[in-house]
């Protein structure tokens, strides 16, 4: 299979990616860009964007990425850094950089933008390789 074949069979069963109303902007080997916007209820107490929900799109951003090296990845160690407030309204988006690519290891960095192209949150995750996308 195709990176852009897997992330869309990903994307079109993950109804929490598609509840955040993330966009699919690109995707290539071991790469992908995802946007989504801030919305009223994805604020905090403060009026801010929850941590979570910067981070839910980094996830998000990693699991396309890893998986679309081929292998079934899933996470097993994650940490974000949240440099800058997060604004309801805002555009935010998220850019992978494959780090790493081991036999059964990969790790990424993904960087998280608003519309301003101010980083918002630096992220990085490894993933455990399993098996191949092709592999029935």
Avoid at 28 to 55: A, K, W
Avoid at 56 to 66: I, K, N, Q, Y
Avoid at 74 to 93: C, F, K, M
Wanted: hydrophobic share 40%; net charge neutral.
């Amino acid at each position: 299979m195709t990176p852009q074949e897997i992330v869309t069979r990903m994307y079109e069963k993950d109804a929490f990616s598609q509840w955040l109303g993330v966009r699919i902007l690109e995707v290539d080997q071991g790469h992908c860009r995802l946007s989504m916007r801030v919305r009223p209820e994805m604020c905090n107490g403060f009026h801010i964007g929850h941590g979570g929900i910067t981070y839910a799109l980094a996830d998000s951003t990693l699991a396309f990425a890893s998986n679309s090296l081929g292998q079934h990845a899933v996470s097993i160690e994650t940490s974000i850094s949240h440099t800058r407030i997060v604004q309801p309204g805002d555009l935010l988006t998220a850019t992978s950089q494959l780090l790493k690519d081991g036999r059964n290891l990969a790790i990424f960095q993904i960087t998280v933008t608003n519309q301003k192209e101010e980083t918002v949150a630096l992220f990085k995750g490894t993933v455990l390789k399993q098996k191949s996308w092709d592999e029935k």
